[in-house]
C-alpha cells in the first residue's frame, strides 16, 4: 500500500515530476500494444494482399468496440483522479467498481449485435473478396470481446492511481505472448487469418488474468474494488459516460475515417491501395506512441489539479507535454521520412505482398509530414478527457478528422482526380490544420481557468 500511495502523491505533485514519471511506462505501454497489434499485420501479411485487407476492413470495426471499453476506461480514469485531487476516496472507489460493471454489461450486449450484422456491414464496407477471410478473423474477436473491453478499463482504473508500472507489466505479457504465438496459430496450426485472431483472443485474456489477480486475489491496489465498496450512484454513471460517450464517439469518428478512407481508396485504385494504407498506418501508429503516452499521463495529471482547482499546475503540465510532444515528433518525421524504404520491408518481404513495397514507401513517406503535427491534437483531446469535458475533446476530433481529413482527400483524390495520392494529402493537410486549432481550444480554455482564480482573488 505505500507504493500505491507514493503513487497517489506523485500526480498530486510537481507536475513535470509527474508527467515525466508517468509518461515514460505509458510510452512503453503502448509500444507494446502497437506491437501486439502490428505483429497480427505482419504475419498477416504473409498470407497475402487479401488477408491484409481483410484486417484493414475489420480494424475499424474492432476499434468502434474497443473505442467503448477505452471509453468507459478514460472517463473513470478521469473521475477517479478527480476524485483524488478533491480527496475523496470512497467515490473514486465505487467510480472504479462502476466501469467493470459497465464493462460487464458492454460485453454481453455488444456480440448479440454485432455478430448478426457483421457480414452485411463488411459488404457495404467494400471487402469483396476479402470477405470470407474478414468473417473468419472478426467473428473470433467479437464473440470474445470481453478479454478486450476488460483489459482497456482495468488498465486504465490502474493508471488513474497511478500505478502505470503494473499496466506496463500487462501489456508486456499481451505483446510478447502474441508476437510469439501468432506464427504458430497462423503457420504451424495452418488456421491461416483465424489462427491471427485466436492468439489475439489468447494473449489478451492472459493479461486480464494477471490484472485479476492483483485487484481481487493480491489486493495490493491503493482502490478498493471489493465488492462492498460498491453502492449504485446515478451522478458517478454520469460522470463516466459524460467522458465516455465523447470518448466513444472519438473512437467512432476514427473508425468512420478509416471505413471512409478505406471506400475512397478502393474508388480510386482497389483494394490494394486499402492494404498499402492499413499497413502503412500500423507503421505511423509507432509515431503515436510518445504522444499518446504523453497524452494518457496528462489526462490523470490534469484531472488531478482539475479537481484540486489548482489551475496553475494544471497549465504548466499542459504546456510541458506539448513541448515534449513537439521535440518528439519531429524526430519521429524524419525516421520515418528517411527510413521508409526499409519500414516498408516489414509488410513486403513475402512474394504475395511484395508489390506494395514502392506504393508503401511512398505513403510513408507523405504522412511522415502528418506527423509534425499529430501531438497537439492527441494533447489537447487528453487534456479535455481529464478535465472530465468528453464533448469538447469529441469535437477536436470530428473537426479534425470529419470536416479536416475527409473534406480534403475527398477533394484531392476525387474531385481533382490525384487519386490514393491524394486521399494521403488529405490526411496532412486537413488532419494536420484540425490538431493546431484543438491545440490553440485547450490553450485558451486554461488561461479562461486561471483568469477566472484571479477575479475571485
Request: hydrophobic letters at 55%; a positive charge.
Amino acid at each position: 500500500m505505500t507504493a500505491n500511495k507514493n503513487n497517489v502523491n506523485l500526480i498530486i505533485g510537481d507536475p513535470k515530476k509527474a508527467i515525466r514519471k508517468l509518461s515514460v511506462p505509458m510510452m512503453v505501454s503502448m509500444l507494446l500494444i502497437m506491437t501486439y497489434n502490428l505483429a497480427d499485420s505482419i504475419w498477416v501479411a504473409g498470407l497475402g494482399v487479401d488477408a491484409l485487407a481483410a484486417l484493414g476492413f475489420i480494424t475499424p470495426l474492432f476499434l468502434i468496440i474497443i473505442g467503448l471499453g477505452n471509453g468507459i476506461g478514460s472517463g473513470a480514469n478521469s473521475f477517479i483522479a478527480r476524485s483524488i485531487g478533491a480527496k475523496n476516496k470512497k467515490q473514486a472507489d465505487n467510480t472504479a467498481l462502476h466501469a467493470i460493471v459497465l464493462t460487464i454489461i458492454l460485453s454481453i450486449v455488444t456480440p448479440l449485435l454485432m455478430l448478426p450484422l457483421l457480414k452485411n456491414i463488411l459488404l457495404i464496407m467494400g471487402a469483396g473478396t476479402a470477405i470470407d477471410l474478414a468473417l473468419d478473423y472478426g467473428y473470433i474477436t467479437f464473440i470474445f470481446i470481453f478479454v478486450f473491453l476488460f483489459s482497456g478499463v482495468a488498465s486504465s482504473i490502474l493508471r488513474s492511481e497511478g500505478d502505470v508500472n503494473r499496466v506496463m507489466y500487462a501489456m508486456a505479457i499481451t505483446a510478447i505472448l502474441n508476437t510469439v504465438i501468432d506464427p504458430i496459430f497462423i503457420y504451424t496450426f495452418n488456421l491461416g487469418i483465424s489462427g491471427a485472431a485466436w492468439a489475439t483472443v489468447v494473449s489478451a485474456a492472459i493479461s486480464c488474468l494477471v490484472m485479476i489477480y492483483w485487484m481481487w486475489f493480491k489486493k495490493d491496489t491503493y482502490l478498493d474494488l471489493s465488492p462492498k465498496a460498491f453502492k449504485y450512484k446515478f451522478n458517478i454513471v454520469i460522470e463516466i459516460l459524460k467522458v465516455a460517450i465523447p470518448s466513444t464517439a472519438e473512437s467512432l469518428v476514427m473508425s468512420l475515417l478509416s471505413i471512409i478512407m478505406n471506400s475512397l481508396l478502393v474508388i480510386v485504385a482497389g483494394t490494394t491501395a486499402v492494404a498499402v494504407y492499413t499497413s502503412g498506418w500500423r507503421i505511423v501508429s509507432l509515431a503515436l506512441i510518445p504522444h499518446m503516452g504523453l497524452g494518457t499521463a496528462l489526462l490523470t495529471v490534469a484531472g488531478a489539479a482539475y479537481g484540486a482547482k489548482n489551475y496553475k499546475k494544471l497549465s504548466i503540465a499542459f504546456n510541458y507535454v506539448i513541448k515534449m510532444g513537439l521535440l518528439m515528433s519531429v524526430i519521429m518525421s524524419i525516421i520515418i521520412y528517411i527510413f521508409a524504404p526499409q519500414l516498408t520491408l516489414i509488410f513486403s518481404y513475402s512474394s504475395e505482398s511484395a508489390s506494395l513495397a514502392p506504393k508503401l514507401t511512398a505513403f510513408l513517406k507523405t504522412i511522415s509530414l502528418y506527423v509534425l503535427t499529430l501531438p497537439i491534437g492527441v494533447i489537447a483531446s487528453s487534456t479535455f478527457q481529464g478535465l472530465g469535458k468528453g464533448f469538447s475533446a469529441l469535437t477536436i476530433t470530428f473537426v479534425r478528422q470529419i470536416f479536416g481529413t475527409v473534406m480534403v482527400a475527398y477533394i484531392l483524390g476525387i474531385i481533382l482526380n490525384f487519386g490514393e495520392v491524394g486521399v494521403w494529402w488529405g490526411t496532412v493537410l486537413g488532419g494536420g490544420l484540425g490538431c493546431i486549432l484543438g491545440g490553440l481550444w485547450v490553450k485558451l480554455h486554461i488561461k479562461s481557468l486561471n483568469k477566472k482564480i484571479i477575479i475571485k482573488h
